[in-house]
């Protein structure tokens, strides 16, 4: 746990400063409004700023960070069969917790019915607020939907660097496996000392987050009032159905789904494993951004979980990209409201088409804030319901975003715990190795050091 010079824990700090922003932007937006010349001043010049540039040098990190934690994963994995072992764990949790996801949304959304009776004027106003930005997202969404015929092949870089400027998370994933999966195979000397450098580069990549990451409760503080600010209650009380069928689902998948999972299959304590991932659950929330979360996850992995290095960096990793659940029920919810909300009566079959699509989306969609809204705008196009809808929850997209991304982030500690099960850390190995020459005393020493 971080602890301050007084003793007072990082997540507590950044609780503190989600409360204070919180509460500090209703309180202006009651009080003098969004459009007061100060408040513009003040969140375009002061608090805007210093939470942007918190998340530009988290940001500044991922590249380095995920390449390197994923190289070095693979190769520590040691063999060819101990990364098949882990991958395969990884892609069926994946998609099973996923699909889970996806049909507790579903099943919300037919229940509860949020886009029937949604107020005509209150949409009209709402979708208008969002006219500019959803022109955007559904000509994105639309480009989309001619990327995913050549899914498979746009996940293979032509050019590495190129993939890493443009942020390609996934080409650049399959880069670092690749040439994870060339050192295991080209084992040398020569290999070693490069594995050593690229081990260098993450620990320097965690050394700078972690100076970067104390910054955290004030750019959180400026984020979370900046917000408020400018929606005020706004945020929390248009398309009250839609956030609450949204949220609803969420929380059953959090708080039900996820402790199963952990008891079942990773035969921990889900209080004490909810317990150990605190801080990126609050920095998810705060960032709506799993890639910025990453850092802090890889942190709580190693220290609160006390998961294989080697697990932790390869699934958490993967899955900041690839093991969206949360990305992946917002799709399915947000898709079935729309058609509801103008009258498209969705069959069965088309359902099921719209929960194997948002599976797909939640592998594909960039670990970014808002990144989700260009696969829905997509998949509202495959379904004939109108794609300009998606201004309809523009207003409310930020905080549902906080939301999805918290569970994205969880799961995929989730599913490094699981993966971790039976797997023992190359450090702990070597360590009882050397064990066995010891006399018994310095054994038990050493055994107390290691386990």
Known sequence: MTETKRGLALHWLMLIGFSVGLVGGLLVNLA?????????????????????????????????????ALVVGVAEMGDLSALGRAGIKTLLLTIVVSS???????????????????????????????KDGAASIVQTGRDSSIQLGD??????????????????????????????????????????????????????????????????????????????????WDLLVRLA??????????????????????WLLAGRSPIAF????????????????SNASLPVSLKAAEEQLKLPRRIARFVLTVGATANQNGTALFEGVTVLFLAQ??????????????????????????????????????????VKVPPEGIGLILGVDRFLDMCRTTLNVTGDLVLATVVSRGEVDTSDAQALREEEGLPGAARRGLTHETV
């Open 32 to 68: 003098v409004g969004a459009d007061a010349a100060w408040v513009v001043w003040l969140t375009d010049n002061v608090t805007g700023p210093i939470g942007q540039i918190f998340l530009r040098l988290l940001f500044m990190m991922v590249i380095p960070l995920l390449f390197s």
């Open 274 to 289: 909810f317990k150990g991932v605190r801080e990126p659950m609050v920095v998810a929330f705060s960032t709506a951004s």
């Open 241 to 262: 159905a839609f956030v609450g069928v949204a949220v609803g689902a969420m929380a059953i998948h959090m708080f039900v789904v996820y402790p199963l999972v952990i």
């Open 341 to 382: 909300f103008f009258g498209v009566d969705l069959t069965i079959t088309q359902q099921v088409v719209v929960m194997l699509v948002c599976i797909l989306g939640g592998v594909g969609t960039a670990g970014v804030p808002a990144g989700s809204l260009p696969v829905v705008a997509m998949i509202l196009v495959m």
């Open 100 to 130: 889970i996801a996806v049909v507790i949304g579903l099943v919300m959304v037919n229940v509860f019915q949020p886009g029937r009776g949604v107020d005509p004027a209150v949409a009209q106003q709402l979708l208008a607020q969002g």
């Open 151 to 232: 899914f498979f092949l746009d996940l293979v870089p032509s050019n590495a660097v190129a993939a890493a400027a443009e942020n390609a998370i996934l080409p650049l994933m399959i880069f670092a496996l690749f040439f994870g999966i060339g050192l295991v195979m080209a084992k040398s000397p020569a290999t070693d000392r490069l594995q050593e450098v690229i081990q260098g580069i993450f620990e320097v990549s965690m050394t700078l987050i972690n100076l970067f990451i104390k910054l955290a409760p004030l750019a959180i503080a400026c984020l979370m009032f900046n917000l408020a600010a400018l929606f005020g």
